[in-house]
Every structure is written in C-alpha cells, then in structure tokens.
C-alpha cells in the first residue's frame, strides 16, 4: 500500500532521522515515446519526449558508508554496505539504483553512505520508463552530491549501462536519454547508433496526448524482449556479409530493403525461420524511417500525417514485430475507432503497458469514455488514462518544501 502524499515528510523523516547532513530533493521523469519502437538497440531513430510525470528522489548523506533505500511502492527497506554493492534479488526495486551506484563506482565515481527515498506516480510496469526515471534520478543525485561534473548525457550512458550489466535487461538507450536530456514541449530526435540529436518542437495545438495503460503489465526482463533482440542480431550478421561497412540494421535504408530481403531469404540467419527475421528486419528499417520522418512533421505542425505514421507504427509492431499482443492491440482498435483521434499506438517494449493516442482537445473526454468501454468489453480489464504533459529532463529541485505541499 503506497504512504498518503500529505504525510510524506514525515514518513521521509522517519526513515532518515539522523543530522548528518541536509535533506536534497530531485526529479527525473518518465517519457513517452511517440514513434520509434524497438530501433534504439538497434541504432536506429526514436521520438521520445520527457512527460510530467516521474520519480521524485530525496536524498541525505550518511557519515557512514551504508546505503539505505526506501519507496512509497513497498514498506521494505533495503540496506548495503557502500562496498558490498552486489546484484541479489531480494534487494528488490533497490537493484536499480545499485546498479548505478556500481557502474559510476567503476568509472571513478565513489558514492557517499547516504540514505535514498523515491516516490512518484509513474505506473510500475506499464513503458513509461520507471526504471530508466530511476537509474538516472539516482546517477543525477549522486553526480550533483560529488560534484563529479559529468553531463546528463553521460548520466544516461551509465543508466543504461546499470540496466544492461547490473539487472540483466538488454535496453537501448532511448529510455534513460530522453529522461536525462527532455524539455519542456519538445520531442527529442535521437539516433541511437551516435546519440546525435535534435530537440523538435511539439508543434500541435488543438491536440493532447492521452496515454492509456493496458492495465496488463509485464515483466520486461522476462519478457521476449531479449528474444527480439537476438532476432535482430542475427538478421545484422547476415546483412553485413553483403554491407559489411553497416553497424547497426537501422543503417539500412527502405530503398535497399528488397536486396537485403532477397539475401535474408536466400542466406538465412543459423537457428532462426528467415521469414521471423526478415519481417523483424523489415519492422526495424521502415520504423527507423518512419521516426525520422515523423519528426519533420511535427516540427511542420502537420499533425493528421504525424499521426497516421503513428498508426503505421503500430501496426508494424502488431504484425512484423510481434509486441502487441491483446491487450495493447484492443487498446488501439478502440482508439482507432474512437472520434477526434487521429494517431495511436502501443509505447515502450510492449507485451503490455500502454498505448499512446494523439485526440482533440474537445473529445478527450468523449475518447477515454469510449476507449474504456470498448476495451472493457473486449478484454474485462479496465484502463487507466493519463493526459499528459512533454516536460523538462531530469534536474535537482531548489527546496524539499517544493517536492512535499
């Protein structure tokens, strides 16, 4: 059962009671991605934007070297020693922030002993990137607490190097970037093969974003994530026999895809169907381009073809990519069907989590009325709405007082 938000202070100071040093408060959203699905490991293009929800981390140092990590998610405490810092299940939400504290450790970075209290309203398990808001939150803390000086770009970089190494989940670096480098009403262009890129303004007035959680969340790390990216890495070996100056299979452009669908059919990748990799291929090439594309039209405020790319999306993912499945898939039908909305789409890793839509001022209301009722005819769950904000990156907050009125 989550703490009540009016009485956080004093659940805060009640698990860090001691003087040792002054109570610090920072913030690291969760984000959204608007196209661009399952090509960040896969260098290719994504369109994510920082929303303004996410994870709100107060921090005390400790004159010892322990570390003690609490949340409103769970009354469990976990507590490590400052050089002990080990992978162990039980350690629980705490592996996150762990992770981070052993890859800047391993860069030169020392963490003090300091006590760690994370709150937010991030949906646990939905793809609105709670991990990532809490690898960098945690990074942003400790950079800003040691004044190592590293930029939020190499914050991100390290994050994502937590997930990867520490908990064991293959990401791309899409999530924990657009957390550390998002700002307010834009949507961040990255190539995620260099890290080149672009903040694009959210040019769509008339419209809002209104993301629904499936209510059918998984398990990411268990999930075929891995799988896929495997399915990926293999169809990239097979391509680079004929290009073998390409490093990542985003490289490919759409007007190669019949030559590299010829030669994964004819080559085939060892231990996979070649039909499973070329339209795993085909999913990534065509999304990739339609990421880079969806950018210049919402820079150009043409939102009606911006969306219609985000429903070409979805079904690239639904059928090539296989990370739909039925939850998310009734979650966009519904949506499709729905007046006043002119793009939808799942977002984040998929096999559950939410969907993201693009819906007219004046029928939002209209739209979540009828997106529930459909998708609860259609799968007995019922889902939750989120119309949101594109807010600002991770960043330290002036008082404690801001974080808890």
């Given amino acids: 059962m989550s703490i009540p938000w009016p009485n956080l202070l004093d659940h805060i100071l009640a698990f860090s009671p001691g003087d040792t040093g002054e109570l610090r408060a920072y913030f690291a959203p969760g984000r959204v991605n608007l196209i661009g699905e399952h090509t960040d490991y896969n260098g290719g293009y994504v369109l994510p934007a920082a929303l303004t929800m996410g994870t709100w981390l107060v921090v005390r140092p400790r004159a010892d070297r322990r570390l003690r990590f609490a949340t409103t998610f769970s009354h469990h405490v976990v507590e490590v020693d400052a050089d002990d810092v080990q992978f162990r299940p039980e350690q629980d939400f705490a592996n996150y922030p762990l992770g981070v504290i052993d890859v800047l450790g391993r860069r030169g970075v020392e963490a003090p002993g300091m006590d760690l209290f994370f709150f937010g309203n991030l949906p646990i398990g939905a793809g609105l990137s709670s991990s990532a808001s809490v690898e960098v939150v945690t990074a942003f803390a400790i950079n800003d607490l040691t004044g190592a000086g590293l930029d939020c770009e190499s914050l991100a970089v ?9 908990v064991g989940v293959n990401c791309g670096v899409m999530d924990q970037f657009s957390v550390a480098m998002g700002k307010k009403d834009m949507a961040l262009s990255l190539n995620c093969l260099t890290l080149a890129y672009e903040l694009v303004p959210v040019h769509s007035e008339g419209y809002r974003l209104v993301i629904a959680n499936s209510n059918a969340p998984r398990k990411l790390a268990g999930s075929k994530y891995n799988e896929r990216r495997a399915e990926c890495e293999a169809a990239l070996a097979v391509v680079k026999r004929r290009f073998p100056d390409v490093q990542a299979l985003a490289e490919i452009e759409p007007s190669q895809w019949s030559e590299v669908e010829a030669l994964l059919r004819t080559e085939g990748a060892p231990g996979f169907e ?61 949506a499709w069907s729905a007046e006043g909305c002119i793009g ?62």
């Fill in 274 to 334: 070649a039909e499973v990799v070329v339209r795993r291929a085909r999913h990534v090439i065509m999304e990739s381009h339609r990421a880079r594309e969806a950018a210049r039209l919402l820079a150009d405020g043409n939102i009606e073809a911006f969306g219609e790319l985000m429903n070409a999306s979805h079904r690239s993912l639904r059928d090539d990519y296989e990370v739909t499945g039925e939850a998310l898939d009734a979650l966009v039908e519904a």
């Fill in 158 to 166: 390290i994050a994502q190097q937590a997930e990867n190494e520490f």
């Fill in 344 to 405: 939808s789409r799942m977002t984040g890793a998929g096999f559950g989590g939410c969907t993201v839509s693009l819906v007219r001022d004046d029928a939002v209301e209209a739209f979540t009325n009828h997106v529930q009722a459909a998708y609860q005819r259609a799968t007995g769950r019922s889902p939750s709405f989120y119309v949101t904000d594109i807010g600002d990156g991770v960043h330290a907050l002036p008082a404690l007082d801001a974080v808890v009125r």
